[in-house]
């Protein structure tokens, strides 16, 4: 564990310097423009998903709205410093839980972290070759998303299968997935730590005024009236946290983020917003509670585009609670949340194999080569 | 407090004999026809309610509509026997709640419990005429709902607040109010244990089929977005119970019972169930989540209504999980429910003071003279 840094590839972590993995963990996420020049790409990966986005005639007319939507989104990256966060956290999220689970679990040791971004690198491609190259045969599928949506965990779940077929490493790898952990203990813990950062951002005197707004990613209706147990899990988070919170503040859940002509989740972060401060609230605490690193959503959506609404309401003490980035008992929590999984024996969680009851995607719900199955045979 | 006892009517339970009741707990629920006459006055009551339906001309349309679903609601309450049992259930849950507290908190023995529906009687004025003519000062507004709706104990608890003023009784009592009890862990042992004896009518061999079907009312998605707490909490009741029972099956979370023509919170119970039947789901038991007794939404509607669906799509075992009704756990948890409450000294849940970020009514989250403000002055 002394040299690692130097050996690793670009981008990725050795848990202990030359030996062979045991055990790969691959991180799904969605990840995010890393300069201005990846947004459009990131964009037409993200137009092009029809797990997340159906559009008539998508070859068409997906690439056309990416493309006019790149200057708007350029901006936004421009004006949060010229690129997202993401892989930089979630590399630093890997690091940190790598070298806790090589202490936690030395049966599965040594550990080593793939990053698979949906809409951009490095992408499931990537992180499947480079797992074979290092030698790995036991692998997880660890998605970054606490709380399971099909538009999510399962978009990043098919696509990291399909890329196995492409890339011809089908049967390479033994997998497993942790594919969500709303309410583990260890993530609770690290998302109360946010929340109390946040409280403590205000003055001792006005603490108690504090309303805590729960902000997720909204959905849209349709993909809720298919069954989707995201907004199910995300009320558990927000359930568990204010009780291990225990402050007196009053709370609320919103969504944010909603774009296009159809129907989402509410209520909207920045209707809530709105309307909090035409009733005379004066201080705010906002907390993603369903992304685990800094992104457009929080950087320029929560802090410059709602801070900019919360000014103009009147809101007059508006923050924003940390996101988990790479405070350390996150990645205790990172690292307790595979141990867990790895203890567990189990392929999936037990509610994995439940499709949405609307699903009419077949690729949805399938693991390549479970480990279990293969134990069992 | 000596003289009150010849005054108590029948219907009412005494909890030590014939001391006066210390502790009222007026047990809040929107209540149901006792009999196919009491149907008409019912919806009458229900389309009058402005804090959960707004129609255009409501004095003129709401009682043309309740006057023209008058018939097709009679032959539903005839079709489960004539009438609601919610009258029966609350009463007995009522005796069993205030003889377990006479044990569980003898400094405020002898409790009392006074029935107050939303829409049908024991009104909340009967309820409260009786417990001042008991003697009773010190008051528990309880609601029966265990996740907080503006729709339901928001529309209970204003209905109260008002009786007590047009009864005279504005300052008869020192008021404390249970709001809200979504997580409480006595409610979530007895409600796991009713799935526990839902999942005990299949068959032992197909046990691990089953397919758990959570279903709470629904709501108008313009409540919802208005902020109402009710579907984070119900997730969060959903979770734990699930966490509680320990077995693997899969689980889904529904809303039923939306009528009318905007549009409410999904996926609706009832499509869930085809869509499930028509992927070869054959195994399906239903619990209901966010009620306490049985009503016309378990009795007619889950039982009648959509096991004739499931029985048309292919699910050949469709099972419902008992109500909570007057099981000895469901008692003990309203027990314990009040005892943690009086324990607390507090007026109400934190989150109680938390108005809907979209609210527009003046009348809600009051409360008349609360016990602490007294208790301080």
Redesign the interface.
Known sequence: MTNVESFSPAGLSRSSADSAPKTGIVMLNLGGPATLDDVQPFLLELFADREIIQLPFQRWLGPFIARRRTPKVRGLYAGIGGGSPILRYTEAQGRGMVARLDRLSPATAPHRFYVAFRYTRPSSEEALRRMHADGVERAVAFTQYPQFSCSTTGSSLNELWRAAGRTGLRDAFDWSIIDRW??HPGFIEAMTGTVRDGLEQFELADRQKV?ILFSAHSLP?HV????D?Y??????S???VV?SLGV???????YQSDVGPV?W????TE??IR??GA?GQKHVLVVPIAFTSDHIETLSELDREYGEVAHQVGITHYKRAPALNDRPRFLDALAEIVRDHLQSGAPYS??Y???C???TNPQCRNVLNPVSSRMRS
Chains 1, 2 share one sequence.
């Open positions: 709303p309410v309303l209706l809720i009236d298919r069954g147990s907004p199910q899990e995300v009320g558990a927000v359930q568990r009780e007196p503040n009053p709370y609320l859940l919103a129907r989740l509410g209520p909207r209707q809530v309307r909090l009733r037990t509610q194999p439940m499709r009851a609307g699903c």
